[in-house]
DNA sequence: AACGGAGCCAACCGCGAGTCA
DNA sequence: TTGACTCGCGGTTGGCTCCGT
């Protein structure tokens, strides 16, 4: 946090206002949101300096956007996120990499910096942590199959050439790691963990393993029955993006169109989680998918 | 109770892209 | 075409809070 200061700054552009010298920084008083969410509510968005002008606050446009795009916008949601978020924030960064805001547009009511600073505090902890565990180098181990062990063994492996071997994951620096999970290797984004016919040898340890931990991580938070994020329907697997707004496709594109659903064979419950024990994939090219990104339907706040 | 380190997260900064005159 | 300006994004900072000692 930082404390209120009445210095310039700001803007590049704005600092040369010599108004400017006056315009605050810092944290927000209760008495500037108040002007700020009224204006909103009373007139909408417009221009962000007119904003800033008009509803009295001496602040920088700028100042005023990123407050009401991450603390007074009223369609926000509070609190932890939930298992069915995180799963979803790291599906969604295996994909997009750090593409905060595309990532936020599919989580409603979350910000890309709420969700930036969760992936840079809680997630990327999480996945350090679980790399220095024993268990991890061994992906036949059931642990690797529960919530925790998984994310670790997930995340660098989606980042892996299929020739790679996980003990060479192993002896990655810490600081390796942590580059790789900020900067996926460029043949992740351009051609995706999910391309599923470029080199990613699926019927061993690399999807069956991800796919499984996706189940994990949900464990008993609705995921059996499709009613969560991650909808489960009879046997057939329902990509996460999907339920985002992905375009949905027919099950029988994969010829020439861009993937086909995920289908499981077999469920294995263990404890509270579900295991797969068996399942295909169909195919999923990540450019072909990456065409509908900007087609997203935007939320509500964002249409107007 | 006091202290210090670690983690969290609101907010700032710099940059690139888009728009318009 | 160019420059001024705005917007939005991702990276980073640093103050507050929590927790262990």
Known sequence: MRKPEASGGGEKLESHNSANNKLRKGLWSPEEDDKLMNYMLNNGQGCWSDVARNAGLLRCGKSCRLRWINYLRPDLKRGAFSPQEESLIIHLHSLLGNRWSQIAARLPGRTDNEIKNFWNSTIKKRIKSLSSSPNTSDSSS??????????????????????????????????????????????VLEHGALNMSTG??????????????????????????GNGIFGFDGDLFVPPLENVGIEEKPESTHENGSYKNYRTE????????????EFRMGEWDFEELMKDVPTFPLLDFQVQ
């Open 142 to 187: 059931p642990k690797d199959h529960v919530m925790g062990a998984g994310l670790i063994s997930m995340m660098p492996m989606m980042y892996m050439d299929s020739s790679s071997s996980s003990s060479s994951m192993q002896n990655m620096s810490s600081q390796q790691l942590n580059h790789m999970i900020d900067h996926p290797p460029s043949h």
């Open 200 to 225: 990613y040898d699926l019927n061993n340890v690399l999807l069956p393993q991800y796919m499984t931990h996706q189940i994990g991580v949900c464990g008993d938070h609705s995921f059996h029955g």
């Open 266 to 277: 077999n469920l294995a419950r263990i404890g509270n989680y579900w295991e797969v024990e």
